[in-house]
């Protein structure tokens, strides 16, 4: 290691120098790096010279939406961050939060979506890989993942390529990392066709005591590249992600990287040992920008400097030149920060897991991001400009004339036409949608870890905390059509589903990651959509008291120039206290009680039922009144801690019946029947298949039932009985004041469970 | 009653398998794949994962670690082996089990609870079970079809080696109840001797209400108090 002739103190001027065979910094080039004018301006102005290209790469990079949130970071600071236990917010590799008993949960989410369009088996099996090493960076065993995917329509075929191969690599990195994947969402909307959604969500746990940060601490440590070989794939991954998607995308299939489970759980491992011993002070996933980020962002972190020589990298093919070296995003790879004199115990433990670790660079005090090459410098910037001095941008958002035309459509006639609703509720019941996800599920290991107390199928995940009474519960949540129709009133209905999710199960909701997939951000309509929902999802998570720790921004989801449904995936944990208080969504006995908390509307705006029948997203969504909401949950969590109720669901996509349906169908191979009695005085289409919020479906025994209304009571919140669970040889049965919905339970088993499987029937993957 | 558990690089339920043998009652100890000795202990156990990534085949990597030569000695010496889903695989890859696991009919990985049919209850890992018990337990595998020629499946059936079969709730080993296209719904078997078995299905995480049943327990009972009535073997 060379070290550097003149430290100037100042932290700006500096002399690194071209290398034989950059090209030119031209106009052209620098728009090339997605860089505007003005951000190149003050470029110049932080380096007070022109960047070297080596440079140029290296602020593309940091300054990319991905890693920069240019467009967003504003916007966010809205969000609430902070309560008494959050241990960690924002702006680390993962949020942490004090769970109790000296035990910390660490918890993020993050999309793929970009590289899962082009290619769906490696784009999300390395989705999962990074989101494994941003929870167990922070220094928490990985004990769950859950995923959002949000995709075109099954019917089209690229649609079921990419969704098979999304699934098949999701569950081939889980499984073979070890961690149970225990929930998530899956929606179907044409709107995402081209540009699907893939957002995976990790949880991990910890001793409050073992938590490390991605920090360059102490000047003359060492800082060590730790796992796989640097190579030329992934190349400019961070600034492929935010651009659009197009024709053109497909040839960027090498800006995918390529994913190795194996090597990942070896790291995992590996870095869960350095941590517990001692022997590093700071650890980070070189992800997004590879080795740029993860030096430059511990750097900026700790106030300190790096230097790091591109030399001494091992990589996987000779002649590669720092820029690529820089830039590359090969994956399963981190940056470690090793004590000074650690450096043999911290390569011992490596080489027990089999694993490679180089020192390529050190800590030191000047505040500078510097590269060498050998004796050349051919990088030297100030760190903190470089990951804090990205421009940040707030734009006039407009709400699209289209999209509020949609909105204001007068829907009476839906409301008023009176079909067969047992015809009506079984193609509902057949909309993949609504219909079982258990063929995605199945392909993913729900089990191992010994701990998963509810597995996916229900309303929230859950896993125990072993040791403890207590276990951990979570849930991913967003309606995409909601959101299109109103970004407020969608978000805050996506955080209000969460809290509802978890509560059902018994957890206690405590905190959210968010993942925000939205289309360009430089147009206005899209900037109005984000706009709206973050401020939904703040006035819904002040009132819930769940902070938002962290997540990710995912813009420029868009295909030839048309954007996704805005999609804000709420990840929400929660904390159950006592295991014995799980309740799970099925229904339990024939002679239960089934009651319904919450009020049913007249409202039919984004529903399911509109989609199916019509295939139209219009109408005003659902309307969330938040404090109904939380009385709702808070009545509904307090029941199930005095063990008065056998199960519980949400009322959400599909509306009662299809909620009631779930219900009958929970414990898969023996359903229950239905025979419920509505008397409610609306319309029935709405009453039956309408989205509204706040409405919990619970059964309990016939004998409690007059202490759960007495308790809604005392909560303020409408609860009446609605019918009774009978044998499964009965019929599902729903009458209402001028209809009857009634279909065998076979025929009902059959279309939720079959729908999703027939469809992939013969649908290959990678 | 001591149990080496060994880890392989890519193993994920060794962890698992470890807890429930404390649960149970023994003593567990891992044993890193590159050792040479299993030290002095009453029963070994290969966990389930993904050994070495699955690169080359499942579970045939493995077979060349060290440690395998020692496994095959304590096996020889009538030492009970248990091999669960890679550990099956495993123990079929070194020759210590006739077969070997394709992949899945379905072509996909198949995580879900099974039920299983106890086929002898004579065995020193299923004698604390009642013939034709119905078990449930979960699987978690992209290979686990379970092959063998007609020849070995007649033996292995003669000579009541096949512990395990997927059934329907009714016992039935119908097509719908297996779950991977197994040889006549074959999902665990035993050695020649007796000592050695493998099964895909995961006992260690049925050992707890709380996990959704408790039915892989009474195999471990089994296999731990083995050894006061080792004599029999």
């Not at chain 1, 590093?280 to 430059?296: H, L, N």
């Not at chain 1, 969504?621 to 949950?633: G, N, W």
């Not at chain 2, 009453?42 to 389930?48: R, S």
Request: proline share 5%.
């Amino acid at each position: 290691m060379t070290a550097r002739p003149e430290d100037t103190g100042t932290k700006t001027i500096s002399n690194a120098t071209p290398r034989e065979g950059d090209p030119p910094i031209t106009t052209k080039l620098v728009e090339e790096h997605g860089l505007s004018a003005a951000e190149y301006a003050r470029i110049l102005d932080i380096l007070g010279r022109e960047p070297t290209f080596t440079e140029l790469g290296v602020f593309s990079a940091m300054w990319s939406e991905h890693c920069g949130y240019k467009n967003s970071k504003r916007l966010l600071r809205l969000l609430p961050t902070t309560a008494p236990w959050v241990i960690q917010g924002p702006g680390e590799n993962a949020g942490v939060i004090d769970i109790g008993g000296g035990l910390a949960l660490a918890f993020k989410i993050e999309s793929h979506n970009h590289p899962s369009a082009v290619e769906p088996y490696q784009g999300a099996a390395t989705g999962v890989g990074g989101i494994l090493r941003d929870v167990f960076t922070m220094g928490a065993r990985p004990i769950a993942v859950l995923d959002s995917l949000h995709f075109g329509d099954l019917n089209s075929g690229r649609v079921r390529y990419l969704f098979a191969g999304v699934v098949k690599g999701i569950g081939d990195y889980g499984n073979c990392v070890g961690i149970p994947n225990i929930g998530g969402e899956v929606f179907f909307h044409r709107g995402y066709e081209g540009n699907p959604v893939v957002n995976a969500m990790c949880l991990g746990l910890m001793k409050v005591e073992n938590l490390i940060k991605g920090e360059a601490e102490g000047v003359g440590n060492f800082l060590m590249a730790v796992g796989a070989r640097t190579g030329r794939d992934g190349i400019h991954g961070a600034t492929f992600a935010s651009e659009e998607l197009s024709d053109d995308s497909h040839a960027s299939r090498p800006q995918v990287q390529v994913g190795d489970p194996f090597t990942e759980k070896l790291l995992l491992e590996a870095s869960l040992e350095l941590i517990k011993g001692g022997h590093i002070t700071g650890i980070q996933d070189m992800g997004a920008a590879g080795i740029t980020s993860s030096a430059a962002e511990m750097a900026g972190r700790s106030g300190n400097g790096v230097e790091i020589d591109m030399n001494l990298v091992p990589v996987r093919e000779p002649g590669m030149t720092p820029y690529e070296i820089l830039l590359s995003e090969s994956q399963e790879r981190m940056l470690v920060v090793a004590k000074s004199g650690s450096e043999k115990s911290v390569r011992d433990i490596l080489t027990k897991w089999e694993l490679e670790a180089e020192e390529i660079g050190r800590v030191t005090d000047d505040g500078l991001f510097r590269v060498l090459e050998g004796d050349r410098v051919v990088a030297e910037i100030p760190s903190l400009p470089l990951t804090e001095g990205c421009p940040t941008y707030e734009r006039e958002g407009i709400e699209s004339e289209e999209i509020r035309e949609l909105r204001s459509m007068d829907l009476t006639r839906f409301s008023e036409e009176v079909p067969d609703h047992s015809e009506v509720f079984m193609k509902l019941m057949a909309s993949p949608n609504i219909a079982s996800k258990r063929w995605v599920y199945r392909q993913y290991d729900t089990t191992v870890r010994t701990n998963t107390a509810i597995r996916p199928g229900g309303d929230a995940g859950v896993v125990r905390l072993r040791g403890t009474r207590r276990a951990v519960a979570a849930t991913t949540d967003c309606n995409g059509r909601h959101v299109y129709l109103n970004p407020r009133v969608g978000a805050m209905g996506a955080v209000a589903e969460a809290a509802r999710n978890l509560v059902c199960v018994g957890a206690l909701p405590t905190a959210i990651t968010n993942n925000l997939n939205f289309g360009n951000p430089l147009k206005s309509h899209i900037y109005y959509q984000f706009r709206e929902a973050v401020l939904g999802m703040s006035e819904a998570c002040k009132l819930f008291e769940t902070p938002v720790t962290g997540g990710n921004v995912s813009f420029y989801n868009e295909t030839d120039g048309v954007a996704i449904l805005p999609t804000p995936v709420i990840g929400m944990v929660g904390v159950v206290e006592d295991v014995d208080h799980l309740t799970s969504h099925a229904f339990q006995n024939a002679g239960d009680v089934i009651l319904l908390l919450g009020n049913n509307t007249d409202e039919l705006g984004g529903s399911e039922y509109i989609q199916v029948l019509e295939g139209l997203v219009a109408g005003e969504p659902p309307s969330v009144d938040l404090l109904a909401e939380r009385r709702l949950q808070h009545a509904v969590l307090a029941m199930i801690q005095q063990n008065l109720l056998h199960s519980a669901h949400d009322v959400s996509d599909g509306g009662l019946a299809c909620a009631l349906a779930e219900s009958a169908l929970g414990q898969e191979e023996s359903p229950l029947g239905v025979e419920v009695t509505l008397h409610d005085d609306l319309p029935t289409t709405p009453l039956l298949f309408g989205e509204a919020h706040g409405r919990i479906i619970t059964s309990c025994d016939p004998g409690s039932v007059d202490e759960v209304l007495r308790r809604a009571k005392r909560h303020g919140v409408p609860c009446r009985s609605i019918g009774t669970v009978v044998p499964g040889k009965y019929n599902f049965r729903i009458a209402g004041k001028d209809t009857i919905l009634e279909v065998d339970m076979g025929t009902l088993s059959q279309l939720f469970f079959d729908t999703i499987p027939n469809l992939m029937d013969g649908a290959s993957s990678s | 009653m001591r149990v080496s558990i060994i880890t392989f690089p890519g193993s994920n339920c060794d962890y698992d398998l470890f807890k429930c043998v404390q649960l149970v009652g023994g003593e567990p100890q891992f044993r890193w794949h590159r050792e040479q000795e299993l030290g002095d202990v009453d029963a070994v156990m290969l966990p389930g994962g993904f050994s070495y990534g699955d690169h080359l085949r499942a579970g045939a990597i493995a077979t060349m670690s060290p440690i395998m030569d020692a496994v095959k000695r304590f096996a020889r010496d009538g030492g009970p082996v248990l091999g669960i889903c890679n550990g099956f695989q495993m123990l079929c890859e070194a020759g210590l089990l006739e077969g070997a696991l394709l992949r899945n009919r379905s072509l996909l990985f198949a995580s879900q609870d099974v039920l299983l049919r106890v086929e002898n209850t004579s065995s020193i890992f299923t004698q604390d079970y009642v013939p034709k018990q119905i078990l449930r337990m979960p699987i978690a595998h992209a290979e686990g079809n379970y092959y063998a020629d007609t020849k070995t499946l007649d033996r292995l059936e003669a000579e009541g080696r096949v512990l395990f079969r997927y059934t329907d709730a009714l016992g039935e080993a119908t097509d719908n109840a297996n779950p991977n296209g197994s040889a006549r719904s074959i999902a665990g078997i035993l050695n020649e001797a007796g000592n050695v078995m493998g099964m895909m299905p995961h006992p260690e995480r049925a050992v707890e209400d709380i996990l959704g049943s408790m039915d892989g327990f009474d195999l471990f009972k089994a296999l731990l108090s083995h050894r006061s009535r080792l004599g029999a073997v």
